[in-house]
């Protein structure tokens, strides 16, 4: 492996670890400046929510209960959440699988509607491919809150699906797993799907007019081989450096659809954090967030480094 | 022919018959006297239909899942471990929230004393914890000593509090509670429906080591809870679900016999949102809500389906707790330099004749509300004083009223301007994506047609209480929901020095002299036996608070509950949670679908 | 040079809308924020010129009546056309009768859609907008920067991206919210949504970009235009940065939409237009809320509108300027 490329990617794993500490930080330094702290409740009794403040240490300046928190989260321990009472880590953990999930099978569903997709659309122009073309511009249009609420009423109108929630536990029948799954994930993919035909149709009919395909059509070559073979090698570059952004794109699109049909990932986690004004669950949602999103868009620089490793040169 | 001599003819009545006759009507009324005091000595169970086969389970949603199982402890407050402590525990005296009266539970029964301060429950024989440890006064105590740690500081603790001052509880033997007032207090055992009976032989080590706030959250194993409930938590899948099971040593046996709950298990589901939370019921998912009431805009859809036979209906009449526009009272506001208007009592008088409340309950809530001109609604049929002032629309009025405030349209633009020209403008404080929110744009909408000009700003629930805690808002639009229907109870809200006496909480002296009336007219009757005089004494108090308005009311919406066709036997009352705070009597006739 | 037919389509399509926004005055049939207390979620009336009988008249609506509030239910009253006229009561079109005319139905507090659509277009279409173009443009610049350069600005540039992906912005806002005054005018909001908007979604224009940039910059066209001296400026915004043109388009699309729906997510926590200026984020909430598409469908136009805005938009930048590029001759022998 050459050196640059391992420089490469270990500047970019640290760079990607200092992301996740500091946006955990940032995350929790905000929220201690919103109005209201986790016992801001008309529930509670107002002596009762002193005493609990002053028991976890809420009351405390700031950098002091940073500092503590930071001390334990290099330990990896990342505190318990005040709404919950249980440590962060668990409940991330539950969580995070399941988001992973949806929004793995969310991208990968996308890419294999939007790919195909976008390759007809960028080298035809017969009716199929405008009506594709037309169908992800409406998907395009329709944002994955309206889809979820379509798709809950359908669901909700034909029975074929459950409505939201997550049922079977994972590893008791993925088939039930599946059924719940299906829907959140079509709310999500069905607008991926547009974004990604839209960007590999540009990038397939930017590849058709490369000198290499020119040259290769004066050569003889067929046209589903020139659209197939060589247009697609070329083409697959743009849209596999943007996978990182896709991969952000999925993430933030999945809390919406998370908390609307009930899905219990970590997007509704870092809402209800969020209502809640749970410092150390925000923290830990931020933090895993932001892990995702860093893999996610390390494994895109690293794929783009791999198909043209000119990109790891300085200029 | 005489039912007593057939063969006689009605000219031969002999003396034997009248004889006989006589006898048959004593033994007929002795046997009447004799069934009367054996159906009067039965113990009261629910009542039962006929057809119930018990077994089966229901689903119901809730919003959200408990973050401690534990009531007592400090984060126990919320609306799921509320739920949880109905389901798994049991208390010595119960509301029966359908009709509002006092129903011995654990307790089998009790006498007071003739000064009213001293009362002495006797308690069930042979009852059990879940765990099979017998039930005794000493777990009352440890309740109660729970309730009153200083080193807990259970929300639990202002329930069993009278004046601040806690019970003095005794227990001379095992199956007797005796519990010694430190004042004639109104409402008697009627709290007692607030302490969930904990079992001492399970806590008492982890109060005696400091750790009882953790005792029975959700990190400890779920066998370590043991209560005297209706059903058993088996299973806790964070975000998801709960799953609850029948207790098989609850005490409660229905009237004729059959050990409750009727269930075999009730599934908790946890949906955060509303609207799937009502696909969900109509599509057969779930079988009932916790907050069972179904939203305006959903009642169309949801009779189609009562219709189609999948769910079943239930009106409930008046809701309880309406939600209000109170305006900032507190002494700090007199800075504002709209306090020459904004704080006056003619302002507030203003708006509420100025408001349109059939309008609101027109708009936002269909027509299925009614309006209302206080914190007591006529749901709460004990309290609710009929013929209390009300303002129905007139913006005359309202303006006249504002014009002597010295509130006019000077400068011709529409809007009402004050004395120095300065427009009349407020902001009120709302909840987001909340019905109040809608509520709110409507009184918006029709105080602009006055010539007021309102700001509606939204927020998070916990960033409104941060606001309202510093005292930093105009006006806001909120609902608070009472612990219980009978004031007495809700000394935090009525009295001047109640930490939630909402427009000006927590006064050190009453800050003025309706303010100082009220308090007097609780404490005058808060030993008062009789409740006619006592709800005199509260038509007084609902009287004053119309007069004075700190906090304006506007609509209570009407309940309408839905459950899935399968559910038999519900007992729909107004409170939350509407049909779950009886779950023992629940039913299903079948499996689902 | 005349613009090819789809661009031309496109940016007409833009114009409409455009002028609809700032026509609002014109076209709403009643105030925006008027409610009919008996008009709550009434369907749409649209216009007919074929009367019950068979008979061809004048445009004119029928009007409506409240016949079951719960139930919603309303009944067409056919005895009684009302005729709609030009230019009158201060509307483009208006229609006097029975009842109220309401092109597209109402919503949820009875008031007209049609208002509230054209007279939401000016802010929430005014934030998105503003906020597309300043996101995709701080975007651009940075990524362009950043593939150009490499090295050590590449990284920081990129890092800074991820980073501001990463942090979720609604704990921005929510601090935001609470260093701000308790009320807040309705310009303060446009122009501190509109930045929010922009620092929010300038990495995922700048990760973009910096990928075409960075795999367009090696190539041999590339190479030869700066052998013949062209400067990085020049080589930047002639050559480079059109490749990336198609793919900020895609963008544009995507993030125009999701502004306005972010609207109504800021909303939640304070940062919003508040009442009675209508948001088109606040409307699809609400109408998702209250099971829209079964029941009551006319809610959703702002997403039909939307959905037309994001079409005009994709028409406009389907077609490549000609001439930007060598590479970009179109070369029809292909198809």
Known sequence: ?315 | MTPFSPRCDPACRRPENGRAALMVLVVTALSVVALAFWFARRPAGPGILQEITPGGEIVASIRSDPSTYNRYAPGGANAATELLSLLLHARLIRVDRATDELEPMLAEGWTRSDDGLTYTVRLRPGIAFSDGRPFTSADVLFSFRVAYDDGVRSPVRSAVEINGKPIEVSAPDDLTVVLRLPEPYAPGLRLLDNLPILPRHRLEGALGEGRFADAWSPSRPLDEIAGLGPFVLAEHVSGQRLVLTRNPQYFRRDASGVQLPYLDRLTLAVVPDQTAEALRLEAGETDLMYSGEIRPQDYASFQRAAGDGRLRLLDVGVGLDPDFLSFNLRPERARDPRAAWLLRREFRQAVSWAVDRQAIADTVYLGAAVPVSGPITPGNRTWHAPDLPAHPHDPARARALLASLGLEDRDGDGMLDDARGAPVRFSILTQAGHNRERVSTVVQEQLRQIGMAVDVVTMDPRGLFARWNAGDYDAMYFGLQASSTDPWLVPEFWLSSGAFHFWHPKQARPATEWEARIDALMRDHAGEADLDRRRQAFTDVQRLFAEQLPSIYFVAPRVTLATSARVLNPTPAPQIPQLLWSADTLAVSGPRR | MTLPPRRAAGAALLGIVAAAAAGADLLQVHPSARQFRDFVYAPPMPPRIVDAGGRLRPPFVYPLRLEDRLERRFVEDRAQPMPLRLFSGGALLAADGPSPWFPLGTDGLGRDVLSRLVRGARTSLGVAFLASAGALLLGAVAGALAGYAGGRLDDGLMWAADFVMALPAIYVVLALRAAAPLVLGAAEVFWTMAAVFILAGWPLAARTVRAVVAAERTREYAEAARSIGAGTVRLLLRHLLPAAHGILAAQAALLLPGFILAEATLSFVGLGFGEPIPSWGLMLQDAGRGRALAEAPWLLAPAGAIALVVFAVNLVASERASGASPRYSRDKSLW
């Open chain 1, 1 to 315: 492996m050459p050196r640059a490329f391992v420089r490469f990617a270990v500047r970019r794993t640290l760079l990607a670890a200092l992301t996740v500490l500091l946006v955990s930080s940032a995350a929790m330094a905000l929220v201690r400046l919103a109005p209201g702290d986790a016992l801001s409740d008309f529930e509670m009794s107002l002596e009762a929510a002193a005493a609990e403040r002053e028991r976890l240490g809420l009351d405390a300046p700031f950098l002091t209960q940073y500092a503590a928190w930071l001390g334990r989260a290099i330990r990896l321990d990342f505190g318990q959440s005040l709404k919950y009472r249980r440590p962060v880590q668990d409940l991330i953990g539950e969580r995070v699988g399941n988001t992973v999930l949806l929004g793995a099978s969310a991208l990968l569903l996308a890419t294999l509607i939007g790919l195909p997709a976008g390759i007809l659309t960028g080298s035809r122009r017969g009716p199929l491919a405008s009506l594709a073309r037309g169908v992800s511009f409406a998907l395009l249009s329709i944002p994955p809150l309206v889809t979820s609420f379509v798709l809950l009423l359908f669901a909700a109108a034909t029975g074929l699906f459950p409505v939201g929630g997550m049922g079977a536990l994972p590893g008791g029948g993925s088939i039930e797993v599946a059924r719940y799954l299906a829907l959140p994930c079509l709310a999500i993919a069905l607008p991926m799907a547009a974004v990604i035909e839209r960007l590999q149709s540009e990038a397939v009919r930017d590849a058709l007019a490369d000198p290499s395909v020119r040259a290769a059509r004066a050569r003889g070559c067929s046209r589903a081989r020139l659209v197939w073979r060589h247009a697609r090698r070329l083409s697959l570059k743009p849209v596999i450096a943007l996978y990182g952004v896709l991969v952000g794109t999925v993430l933030s699109g999945s809390f919406v659809v998370e908390i609307v049909m009930a899905w219990p990932g970590l997007g509704a986690l870092t809402y209800e954090a969020l209502v809640a004004r749970d410092l150390y669950l925000v923290a830990g949602c931020a933090a895993a967030g932001a892990l995702c999103l860093s893999a996610g868009v390390l494994a895109s620089d690293l794929a783009l480094a791999v198909a043209d490793p000119r990109v790891t040169e300085p200029s």
